[in-house]
Structure formats: C-alpha cells, structure tokens
C-alpha cells in the first residue's frame, strides 16, 4: 500500500520559533498533498492543499504568512509553521493524494509550543 | 446543516458481532465515498473506498453505498476488540476536487 512518511513525529518548541515539518510520499509520486490539524477530540480540518511546482492554496481562516508550505518535489511537501505561539500546539497531519482520488495520511507530527 | 454527518456513538458492540456506521452527505453531485479509522492519538488510516452504487467488501469490512438517498455505510463483521477506534467517513464531492469533506466520526467500543 501507499506509504506517508512525516518528520518529525513530535516537536517542542519555544514561543516565537518557526517549526518545519516534512512530509514525504515513500512509494509514490504525489502531484497534491494535504496538511491537516486536528485539535483534541475534534474532527480533522484542512488547512492546505499543497501543489507540486505551485502556490498552495489556503482554506479560509488559515493564514498562509504564518503556515508556509513549499511542495518542491513530487515526493516531498513541507510546512512551516512561522513564530509559533502557543495556540499553535496541535496534532500536525497530512496526506498525499495517489494517482486517483485516495488520500493516504502520513503518521503525523504533534507540535507543542511552550 | 453539516455536509457529512456521523453518529458519534460510542457504539458499543460485543466482541464477534457486527458492527454498523452510518453517513450520510448533502453534496448530491458526491462521487467518491471513503471510510478511515483513526486510534487515538493516531492519524487515520484508509480502510476501503467506493465509488458506485451497492456492496463492495473487503475482509471483514464492507461499504454501503446509496446514492439516491445519499448515504453510505460500513459494516465491520466478526467484530474484535482492535477494531475500538473512530471511524472517520469521508467524501469527495463533484465541484471540490480532490478535497475530502469529513464526518464527524463514529467511535465505536468493541467489548471482550
């Protein structure tokens, strides 16, 4: 099957850092992938959709200053999650869309911001 | 009115039994039906899709799929008590892309 890889697993930083998170399709080439959050006992929410060679599009309410992500390859999506704040500590997830329409999640990176 | 809606249980089952998640969407023009499980603490993972109208099984799962009223279902038989997790139902809708809309999700308990 389709394998996700992110890293890394869990981060803690300080308030005021930038943290990067990878996320890598191993066994497939990825046109589109997707970066997720999901806060506690709540359902997954979109935040990205991640495009090879172009600008990622934002869903509303998600600021795209402060969450960068760069989709270099066809293999690898980043995101950055610029001057991280406390409110910002969530479970980080995404996805890599294969050659049809299913989505396979990576393992996700839990971030913590002191 | 949410556009994917799941019974977020618990659904409690005994072990050996068969398990029954409902969804149902709003989106008509829906073409693409996804059902996940997610553990706690854990990302989800893909169980089975289904595209057409019907049954489509694979091992003890099997997806539901009734475009006319616009639900679509998993059953999960011989229930065991690894199967305890939220099941995340997903769709993809005509005018959305390749974007997935998700449920709420059900959590279901599988009881020894």
């Known amino acids: 099957g389709a394998v996700v890889s992110q890293h890394p697993s869990w981060v803690i930083c300080k308030s005021g850092t930038s943290v990067k998170i990878e996320c890598r399709s191993l066994?497939?080439?990825?046109?589109?992938m997707f970066w997720y959050r999901q806060f506690p006992k709540q359902s997954l929410m979109l935040m990205a959709t991640?495009?090879?060679?172009?600008?990622?599009?934002?869903e509303q309410g998600v600021e795209k200053d402060k969450f960068l992500i760069n989709h270099a390859s066809l293999t690898l999506s980043t995101l950055t999650v610029t001057s991280a704040h406390p409110e910002d500590s969530s479970f980080y997830i995404c996805?890599?869309?294969?050659?049809?329409?299913?989505?396979?999640f990576g393992p996700g990176t839990r971030l913590l911001v002191l | 009115q949410k556009e994917v809606e799941q019974n977020s249980g618990p659904l409690s089952v005994p072990e050996g039994a068969i398990a029954s998640l409902n969804c149902t969407y709003s989106?008509?023009?829906?073409?693409?039906f996804f059902w996940y499980r997610q553990y706690s603490g854990k990302s989800p993972e893909l169980i089975m899709f289904i595209y057409s109208n019907g049954d489509k099984e694979d091992g003890r799962f099997t997806a539901q799929l009734n475009k006319a009223s616009q639900y679509v279902s998993l059953l999960i038989r011989d229930s065991q008590p690894s199967d305890s997790a939220t099941y995340l139902c997903a769709v993809n809708g005509e005018a959305a892309g390749n974007k997935l809309t998700f449920g709420g999700g059900t959590r279901v308990l599988v009881k020894p």
């Open positions: 066994d497939f080439q990825a046109t589109t």
């Open positions: 991640s495009n090879e060679g172009s600008k990622a599009t934002y």
């Open positions: 989106d008509r023009g829906s073409q693409s």
């Open positions: 996805s890599a869309l294969d050659d049809g329409e299913t989505q396979y």
